[in-house]
């Protein structure tokens, strides 16, 4: 997407990948992509800023966009 954004980078526990948050898709979600590069992957599907890898890597934490409602929530970390 041509105007689109990338925030608040983090990086995972074992430094593998960097997960930020983007409006790439059209809308504001999670990513994460390799530390040396290459090519992006979505984590969320129903929104989200500020992503960070739980301690033990099972889980990306991240705040929903919902200003309403704005809570923590937890996505399920695929590798």
């Known amino acids: 997407m041509e105007n689109s954004f990338d925030v608040r980078p983090s990086w995972s526990r074992d430094g593998r990948w960097i997960y930020f948050g983007s409006s790439r898709s059209g809308d504001n ?3 994460k992509i390799p530390e040396e590069g290459g090519q992006a ?5 129903n929104g989200g800023l ?5 301690p033990d890597g099972q889980w990306v934490l ?3 966009i919902d200003y309403e409602n704005s809570d923590l929530w937890l996505v ?4």
């Open 29 to 31: 979600q999670i990513w």
């Open 50 to 54: 500020g992503g960070f890898e739980s």
């Open 62 to 64: 991240y705040a929903s």
């Open 41 to 45: 992957v979505q984590t969320t599907k």
């Open 76 to 79: 399920e970390n695929f590798r």
